[in-house]
C-alpha cells in the first residue's frame, strides 16, 4: 500500500531476504503456511491498522477512531508497542512496525510465518473465514462491506446517525452468533434487503403472506390497521424457534423490525438497513474465528518463533540479545497471557507426545514394566542416549564432512542435496563460496530435513524438560502399558531408543493445531502436571472478606474457570427463545444460566441495542444470585461465604425504561443448566 | 471516509456521551487532567454487550515464583484472559476537551457570560493601511482621495458662465448687479470674473452692458431661466479638468493597534488549619480547579498563585496547595497581607485579578473585621471570592463568610458562596463566576484603537 515511500520500501528491501529464509525454514519444519505478504509501516500507520483490525478498509465507524486514539495513546505511552499485525487471508497480509531492529524484524517475520500456517491449516478458521475455492478473501470482503456501508450513509435519504446506530446494536451482539454451526455464517444475503431463508415463500409462511400483503398495494395505514404484526404473527408460526436459537443475529435479520416513533409502531426495515445488520453479522463470523482461537494461535506463532529464531539463530549472535529482550517482553506480560498460556501448552503437547513416544518404546523393552520402569531403567542413560547426533546438533560449516557421511549412508536426517552443494562450494580454507553454494554458516538448518531439525529440537534433550521422563507416575505408565500388545519386542533399552521417534512431538502439534480450538485445546491439554509447573491458579471474589482470593489450585478447577474464559469467547450464551413472546411479537432472550450471573448494567444497555433491531418490546430472562443481608452478616461473623439465592429474573425494554419481572418458572427451566458448575471457591477458603 | 473521519465521528459520540458537565465537576475525577486538558469521562463509549458479572465469574492466575495458597488475597490484573500485552483493559476512556472549549461549555452549562477584558498592552502592530497622512512616499499617495479632494474644490468653484452672464443682459444692470444676484442665487462666482465678462461683452456689443436689456428685469429673468447644476454640466461637457493641489495629496499609512492581552491572575487561598479536613478539602478543590480551568480557557494568559494559610500564610505549588494540612490556628488575614504583596508583581491596570479563598469560616477573634476586609477593600481585583466549604453546613463559631458576606456583600466585586456537600459545588461556581460578570464594569473591549498622525477625519 506504502511502497511510493521511500524510506519503507528501503526497509522492506532488507527484509526481503529473510522472509524469503524465513519461509523456507518454515516450511522444513512442516509449516504450510499461506503465501505472505510484508508490508513495512510507520507507528501511525501500524496504529491505523490495529484500530481497524488489521485491515486497511472498513466500514465508516467511530469505533474505529477510538481504537485508533486508544492505540495511539498506548504507542506514545510506550505501553506497548506493536511489532507486527498480520491478517489471515490468503495470502496473509503482514504489517511490520518500520522502526522495529532488524533483529525484531526477523522475530516478526518468523511469528508471522507461523500465524499463515495456523489461518491456513486450523479447521476452525476455515469454517469461519468460509475458506472456499476462492480463499478466505477477507480483506475483499470487508471492503466490499465497507463500500456499501459507506454508500448507504453517503445516500442523501438515510442519515448517517441511523447507519451508525444500527452498526452499534448489530456490534454489541457480535458474539451472539452461533459459533457451532459458523457454516451457516457465511449464508449471508446477497440481495439486500431480501434474507435468503426468508425470500423463499414455501419455507416462511410468514414471508409468503407478507408478499401477498404487498401485491395488495395497499396504503401503509390500511396495511398497518388491518393486517397489523398481531394479526400477522397469528399466522406466521416461522417467527417462533422451537428450537432456542444461538444465532441471535441472524434471527434479529430475519424478523426483526424498525420502531418507528412516529407511528409507535414497528415498521419493516429498510433495505438499506438489512443490508448493514447483515454485513455487520458476517464480518462477527469473520472474527469469531480469531477471537475462538487466540490462545492457541498466539502460542503457536511463538513456540515456532523462539524454534527459528532462538533454535536455529534466525538471529544473529548481535540481534539474539534484543530478540531475548523481546520474547521477555511478550512472554512477560502480567496477568494471564494468551501468548504465554499458549506457548506452555503447545510444548506441553509437544512434551507429551515425544514423552509417550519413549515410554510407549521403554515398555516394550524385555522384563520392563511400569512397577519397575523408575528402577530397571538407568534414566540419565537415556538422557544421554536422546542427545542429538553431535553432527546434526551442531550442523554447520564444520560438521559438513560428517554430514556428507551420514548423506552417504542414506541417513534421513540430513538434506543430501545442500550438503553436497556446499561442499563443492567450499574453498581450499574450508569456507563456503557464498556464490557457489549456499549459506550454511547463517543458515546451518539448510543442511538438514525435518528429521534432522526434530533431532536437533527434541524435547526431552532441552535442558528444561531433561527431568520429564524421571516424573512421569507410575499410574501414567500403568495406564499406557495395559493397552500395549507386543510387549516385548526390544531385547535392550538402547535397541528401543535407537527407534525412538523424534518427530512425534510436531506431528502430534500439526494435528492439534488443525482440529482444535481454545476451548478443546485447554479441555485437552491442561494437565494436573501443567497447572502445577505453571502455579496456575484460580480466583473468586469473596463477599465476606471483601477482595478477590486464590480459590483453588486443582488442576479442574483452573480448567474449568478456564473454560468458562473461552467457552463463546469467554461471554454468556444467549439465545433466542421465542420470537412471539406472549403473544404479542415480543421478542424472548434467554441467557442460558450455567451458575455465573450476568453483569446486569451491560446486560441493559445491551437489551437496548436488542430492541433496535426487534422494533418491538424485548425480553431478556437470566438468574440471578441474590445474598439477603441477613445471610451476609451471619457469614461475616462464620467467616464462610454467604449463601446466595438464585432467582429468575426476566427484563423487559420497551423504549423506555428497562423494567424486571418475575420470570415464568417454565422459561427459568429452559434455561437453566443443572451439570455446570464454575464456582472453585472451597468450602473453608477463609480459615 | 477514512480514519480522519472515523476520529471525528468519534468525537462527536464521546462529546454525546461524556460525563455531563456538572456532574463531573460534582463527583468526578478531576485529578485524571492536567491544566491544558480537561479529561471527562467518556460513559460506556465501548458498545455493551452480555458479559458476565466479574465477581461471580471469576478467573484464572499464575503465580510467580510458586504455587499461591487457597485463601491468600489476588489483585485480578485488569484484563485478564483477554487482549494482547499491554492492552489496557478496562479502563475508561476520556473525552478531552482544552480549557477554551471547557470554558464555552461551562457558560452554556450555567448560563453564564464572564467577558474578560485585555488589559496589558502586549504589542503594537500595524493593522490595515487605513490612516493617512500628508506627508509620506509617493507610493502611499492615496490617489481616489487625492482625486475628490481636487474634484471637490472644483465643484466648489464652477459655476453656470452662461447663466451668470445673462444677468449682464437684464435691463439696465451693473456689474454690481449682477454680481449681487448670481450671490444672492448661491452662485461661486467673483466680482472680478463677472467685470470681466461685462467688460467682454461690452466690446462685442458696442456699448456699456448697462444698455443689454434682453431681460426687463432679474425676475423676468428668474422666472425663464435656472442655473444648470454643476453635476449635468460635468455629465455634459466631460470633466475638462481637476485643479489638483499639493495640500490634497494624502498619504496612506498603516493603523496603529494596540493589542491588549487579556490576562489574568488568579490567587488561589486555603485555609490549611486542622479543622480543614479531607472532605473540606476535597471542596475547596472542587470549586477551585474547575475555576482555575474556566479562567484558562477564558483568557488568553493566566497565571495562578497559590497561598495556604493557618496562622500564617505561605506560597505553595499547584501539585501541594490542595492536600496540604497544617496544625496551627487560623489568622485569614495573614494569608491576605500574602495576596497583597504577591499581587504588586501584577499592577491591576495590566491585569486582571482575582482572588480565590475558601475555608471552614473559622478566624481568629475579630480578624475578619479589623484585618480581613479592609484588606479586602483595598486590594484591587475584578474579584473576591470566600468559599465557605463547611460540610453539615456551618459552624456557630465560624463568621468569617457570614461577615464579609454583611460588610461587603453588596458590592459588585465580592462574592461569597457556601458548600457544604458535592451537589453544592456547581451552584457555588455559578455564584462566584456570575458576580464579576454582572457586577464588572460595561468597558469590555477586546482591542483598543488608537490614531496617530492623521488630522481632519
Known amino acids: ?687 | 471516509m477514512g480514519l480522519t473521519d472515523d476520529r471525528e465521528r468519534f468525537r462527536e459520540v464521546g462529546e454525546k456521551r461524556r460525563e455531563d458537565l456538572s456532574e463531573f465537576i460534582s463527583q468526578g475525577d478531576l485529578g485524571r487532567s492536567d491544566p491544558d486538558r480537561v479529561k471527562i469521562p467518556v460513559k460506556i463509549v465501548d458498545l455493551p454487550s452480555f458479559e458476565y458479572d466479574r465477581r461471580e465469574a471469576g478467573g484464572v492466575g499464575q503465580g510467580r515464583g510458586g504455587q499461591p495458597q487457597p485463601g491468600q488475597p489476588v489483585d485480578p490484573e485488569p484484563g485478564d484472559g483477554e487482549g494482547d500485552p499491554g492492552e489496557e483493559g478496562g479502563e475508561h476512556e476520556y473525552y478531552e476537551m482544552d480549557p477554551e472549549e471547557f470554558a464555552r461549555e461551562l457558560d452554556e452549562e450555567l448560563g453564564l457570560d464572564l467577558e474578560p477584558k485585555g488589559k496589558r498592552v502586549i504589542e503594537e502592530v500595524e493593522g490595515d493601511f487605513t490612516d493617512t497622512a500628508r506627508a509620506g512616499p509617493r507610493g502611499t499617495l492615496d490617489v481616489d482621495e487625492f482625486f475628490k479632494r481636487g474634484l471637490k474644490r472644483h465643484l466648489a468653484t464652477d459655476f453656470d458662465e452662461t447663466y451668470v452672464r445673462e444677468g449682464l443682459f437684464v435691463a439696465g444692470a451693473d456689474v454690481d448687479d449682477a454680481f449681487a444676484w448670481a450671490r444672492g442665487h448661491g452662485v461661486p462666482v467673483s466680482r472680478a470674473w463677472i467685470a470681466d465678462a461685462a467688460a467682454t461683452l461690452a466690446e462685442e456689443h458696442g456699448e456699456p452692458v448697462t444698455a443689454l436689456d434682453r431681460w426687463e428685469s432679474f425676475d423676468a429673468l428668474d422666472a425663464e431661466r435656472d442655473p444648470e447644476p454643476v453635476s449635468r454640466r460635468i455629465r455634459r461637457e466631460g470633466l475638462d479638468s481637476v485643479p489638483f493641489r499639493r495640500e490634497d495629496e494624502r498619504f496612506r499609512h498603516p493603523e496603529v493597534i494596540e493589542k491588549r492581552e487579556r490576562n489574568v491572575v488568579v490567587v488561589n487561598v486555603r485555609d490549611a488549619s486542622g479543622s480543614m479536613r479531607e472532605t473540606k478539602r476535597e471542596l475547596v478543590e472542587r470549586v477551585f480547579t474547575p475555576m482555575d480551568w474556566y479562567l484558562t480557557g477564558k483568557y488568553d494568559a493566566a497565571e495562578f498563585r497559590y497561598v495556604v494559610h493557618d496562622a500564617e500564610a505561605w506560597e505553595v505549588d499547584r501539585e501541594e496547595f490542595f492536600g496540604i494540612q497544617s496544625g496551627g490556628g487560623t489568622r485569614i488575614s495573614s494569608a491576605y497581607e500574602l495576596v497583597a504583596e504577591i499581587l504588586e508583581e501584577y499592577p491591576y491596570s495590566e491585569w486582571n485579578r482575582y482572588v480565590f479563598a475558601a475555608g471552614d469560616s473559622e478566624n481568629a477573634g475579630s480578624d475578619t473585621t479589623e484585618s480581613v476586609i479592609p484588606l479586602m477593600e483595598s486590594i484591587d481585583a475584578n474579584l473576591h471570592a470566600y468559599v465557605e466549604t463547611q460540610p453539615g453546613g456551618a459552624a456557630p463559631n465560624a463568621r468569617h463568610a457570614d461577615e464579609v458576606e454583611k460588610a461587603l456583600g453588596d458590592a459588585d466585586d465580592v462574592a461569597v458562596a457556601r458548600v457544604a456537600e458535592p451537589a453544592d459545588v456547581t451552584d457555588a461556581i455559578y455564584e462566584i463566576l456570575s458576580t464579576e460578570a454582572e457586577g464588572g464594569d460595561a468597558a469590555s473591549e477586546e482591542t483598543a484603537t488608537a490614531g496617530r498622525g492623521g488630522d481632519d477625519r
Request: net charge negative; charged share 35%; glycine share 6%.
Open chain 1, 1 to 687: 500500500m506504502r511502497d511510493e515511500r521511500v524510506e519503507a520500501k528501503r526497509e522492506a528491501k532488507t527484509l526481503d531476504e529473510p522472509a524469503a529464509e524465513a519461509r523456507e525454514l518454515a516450511e522444513r519444519l512442516g509449516l504450510e503456511p499461506y503465501p505472505v505478504r510484508y508490508w513495512v509501516v510507520d507507528h501511525d500507520e501500524m496504529n491505523e491498522l490495529i484500530a481497524y483490525g488489521g485491515f486497511q478498509r472498513r466500514y465508516p465507524h467511530w469505533r474505529w477512531g477510538m481504537n485508533y486514539e486508544r492505540q495511539a495513546k498506548v504507542d506514545r505511552h510506550g505501553l506497548g508497542k506493536a511489532f507486527e499485525i498480520v491478517n489471515n487471508d490468503d495470502p496473509s497480509h503482514a504489517f511490520l512496525q518500520e522502526s522495529n531492529s532488524t533483529a525484531d524484524q526477523k522475530a516478526v517475520i518468523t511469528h508471522v510465518e507461523a500465524h499463515a500456517d495456523f489461518f491456513a491449516n486450523n479447521r476452525w478458521f476455515g469454517l469461519y473465514a468460509d475458506r472456499g475455492e476462492g480463499g478466505p478473501n477477507a480483506a475483499a470482503r470487508l471492503e466490499r462491506n465497507a463500500d456499501r456501508i459507506a454508500a448507504i450513509a453517503d445516500r442523501p435519504d438515510v442519515d448517517r446517525d441511523e447507519v451508525e446506530r444500527l452498526i452499534d446494536a448489530v456490534s454489541a451482539l457480535e458474539d451472539a452468533i452461533d459459533q457451532h454451526s459458523p457454516v451457516d455464517a457465511a449464508r449471508s444475503v446477497e440481495t439486500p434487503g431480501v434474507a435468503e431463508d426468508v425470500s423463499d415463500a414455501d419455507a416462511d409462511p410468514l414471508a409468503a403472506i407478507e408478499a401477498q400483503i404487498d401485491e395488495l398495494d395497499l396504503s401503509e395505514e390500511v396495511r398497518r390497521d388491518v393486517f397489523d404484526d398481531e394479526w400477522l404473527e397469528a399466522r406466521g408460526d416461522g417467527v417462533e424457534p422451537e428450537e432456542p436459537r444461538p444465532d441471535v443475529l441472524a434471527f434479529l435479520r430475519d424478523h426483526g423490525k424498525r420502531y418507528d416513533p412516529e407511528s409507535g409502531k414497528a415498521v419493516d426495515r429498510e433495505p438499506w438497513e438489512t443490508t448493514v445488520v447483515d454485513a455487520v453479522r458476517e464480518e462477527a463470523y469473520y472474527f469469531a474465528g480469531q477471537k475462538s482461537t487466540k490462545v492457541m494461535n498466539e502460542g503457536w506463532a511463538t513456540y515456532w518463533e523462539s524454534v527459528m529464531m532462538g533454535g536455529e539463530g534466525f538471529a544473529g549472535p548481535d540481534e539474539f540479545l534484543t530478540y531475548a529482550d523481546h520474547m521477555a517482553r511478550v512472554l512477560g506480560s502480567p496477568g494471564l497471557n494468551p501468548y504465554k498460556l499458549g506457548f506452555e501448552l503447545w510444548t506441553h503437547v509437544e512434551l507429551r507426545a515425544a514423552r509417550r513416544d519413549v515410554i510407549d518404546r521403554l515398555l516394550r523393552v524385555e522384563g520392563v514394566t511400569p512397577e519397575n520402569f523408575h528402577s530397571w531403567i538407568d534414566l540419565d542413560a537415556v538422557a544421554e542416549a536422546l542427545e542429538p547426533h553431535p553432527a546434526i546438533a551442531g550442523a554447520g560449516p564444520a560438521t559438513l564432512d560428517e554430514l556428507a557421511d551420514l548423506a552417504a549412508d542414506g541417513d534421513p536426517r540430513v538434506d543430501a542435496e545442500t550438503v553436497d552443494r556446499a561442499l563443492s562450494a567450499r574453498t581450499d580454507e574450508g569456507a563456503i563460496d557464498l556464490d557457489a553454494g549456499p549459506d550454511v554458516e547463517r543458515y546451518p538448518w539448510k543442511l538438514l530435513t525435518r528429521e534432522g531439525l526434530a533431532e536437533r529440537h527434541y524435547v526431552l534433550s532441552r535442558p528444561e524438560h531433561r527431568g520429564a521422563l524421571r516424573n512421569v507416575s507410575r499410574e501414567t505408565l500403568a495406564e499406557r502399558a495395559r493397552y500395549m500388545f507386543d510387549v516385548d519386542r526390544y531385547a535392550t533399552v538402547e535397541e528401543a531408543l535407537a527407534e525412538v521417534d523424534r518427530t512425534a512431538g510436531w506431528d502430534r502439534m500439526l494435528e492439534v493445531r488443525e482440529s482444535h480450538n481454545d476451548v478443546t485445546f485447554v479441555d485437552a491439554f491442561l494437565t494436573d502436571e501443567f497447572v502445577r509447573e505453571g502455579n496456575y491458579f484460580t480466583y473468586e471474589y469473596s463477599r465476606t472478606a471483601e477482595e478477590h482470593r486464590v480459590a483453588s489450585v486443582d488442576a479442574d478447577d483452573v480448567r474449568r474457570k478456564l473454560l468458562l474464559t473461552f467457552t463463546n469467547f469467554g461471554k454468556p450464551t444467549v439465545v433466542v427463545l421465542d420470537g412471539n413472546f406472549r403473544n404479542r411479537g415480543e421478542l424472548l432472550l434467554g441467557h442460558r444460566y450455567n451458575g455465573v450471573a450476568l453483569d446486569e448494567e451491560s446486560a441493559k444497555e445491551t437489551l437496548k441495542r436488542v430492541f433496535e433491531l426487534w422494533g418491538r418490546p424485548v425480553n431478556l430472562a437470566t438468574i440471578r444470585v441474590e445474598y439477603s443481608e441477613k445471610a451476609v452478616r451471619r457469614a461475616k461473623r462464620r467467616g464462610r461465604e454467604p449463601e446466595g439465592e438464585e432467582v429468575g429474573v426476566r427484563f423487559q425494554y420497551d423504549g423506555g425504561e428497562v423494567t424486571e419481572h418475575d420470570l415464568d418458572p417454565a422459561i427459568r427451566e429452559r434455561i437453566e443448566a443443572d451439570e455446570v458448575d464454575y464456582d472453585t471457591k472451597p468450602d473453608d477458603w477463609l480459615a
